[in-house]
């Protein structure tokens, strides 16, 4: 738009009345009506979700969820749980650290602490500060190459089982967190529902954690053990390639946030059809996380008449209240 004119303004700014607000949904419904900055942005990020995820289940459609480990160590893991257990997502990119605060907290808690705890005294005590989470050494580390290098053997020789000159051809993180998932039969495990409804999820830093070095530590008694990292950017390929449509919602930023614009320029319409991201990072440092959607524009990452928006805020508090209005009840 080259210019402005006053006809282009006509959606006048309304008051809350609480008196209508009934659930979450009448809540963001007058958040958008009554803006004042951020909740604008909140109200428009509902409507993209809403439609997004909508669409899942057709033919050729992809519903993106990008996210990093941290929330994992928080009930916010519940957002991410609930969305796979509905499928309102069919791919997922994440960081290592998912796999090892999922696992851990399948088996031991983590718990309530505080940004301004004495960081010597809790590592005198065995205990792992993670913002305000405190998690003891033996729900981490312990608990998870008490559990996890066990189920490499057993994957290592059923695969080994298996027809073929080369068991790992194929082997990417993809193959990997179907694997464990099938292992846990706990439903508030977000590895449990992307192994039962078989959702892709991609870790493309699979060595930067817990997992990684469990990975490492069985491969120095099974020599022949290889993840294919590869096979997971086979498994984009082949679903971006095919894909009619592409929506996301990015959860921070780094690498899961930028493996997802990444794979999106090479479709043939070029780009996202609906994103949004949610980061409390600045733009002026020149960094991904930060990078506001409307970058990517540029680089043929996101369409440019893609519904898109950028929501300045913290997920453990944004994605409760998206989460109740996109998956709780009205």
């Not at 659930?23 to 990020?45: C, E, H, N, P, W």
């Not at 499928?87 to 602490?113: K, Q």
């Not at 439903?187 to 060595?207: C, D, F, Q, Y």
Request: proline fraction near 4%.
């Amino acid at each position: 738009m080259d210019g402005y004119s006053r006809d282009d303004f006509d959606v006048p700014v309304e008051d809350y009345d609480f008196s209508k607000i009934t659930d979450v949904g009448s809540l963001i419904d007058q958040m958008g009506r009554a803006g004042g900055f951020t909740a604008t942005k909140l109200a428009r990020a509902r409507d993209i979700l809403q439609h997004a995820t909508s669409r899942v289940g057709e033919e050729g459609v992809l519903n993106w969820l990008s996210f990093p480990a941290c929330l994992c160590a928080t009930g916010t893991r519940g957002f991410f749980v609930e969305a796979l257990r509905r499928n309102s997502f069919n791919v997922v990119v994440t960081t290592c650290g998912t796999l090892d605060h999922d696992i851990a907290r399948t088996f031991r808690e983590y718990f309530h602490g505080d940004f301004d705890l004495d960081d010597i005294a809790l590592g005198e005590q065995g205990l792992n500060r993670l913002g305000n989470v405190v998690v003891p050494n033996e729900c981490y580390g312990e608990i998870l190459e008490r559990v996890v290098l066990p189920w490499l053997s057993e994957i290592e020789e059923e695969r080994t089982s298996e027809d073929g000159e080369n068991p790992w051809v194929g082997f990417g993180s993809v193959e990997l967190c179907w694997a464990m998932g099938d292992r846990i039969e706990d439903e508030n495990s977000l590895l449990h529902w992307v192994a039962k409804h078989r959702i892709p999820m991609v870790v493309p830093g699979l060595t930067d954690g817990s997992i990684g070095s469990q990975l490492f530590m069985h491969r120095q008694k099974s020599p022949n053990f290889m993840v294919d990292v590869l096979a997971d950017e086979q498994v984009l390929s082949d679903l971006i390639w095919t894909a009619d449509e592409s929506h996301g919602l990015m959860v921070g930023g780094g690498i899961s946030k930028h493996h997802v614009i990444w794979w999106n320029q090479f479709r043939e319409q070029s780009g996202m059809d609906s994103a949004v991201s949610i980061t409390t990072a600045p733009e002026y440092d020149g960094s991904l996380s930060g990078a506001r959607l409307k970058e990517a524009i540029s680089w043929g990452k996101i369409r440019p008449e893609a519904p898109q928006i950028v929501l300045e805020g913290e997920a453990s508090l944004i994605l409760p209240i998206l989460g109740s209005d996109l998956f709780g009840k009205r």
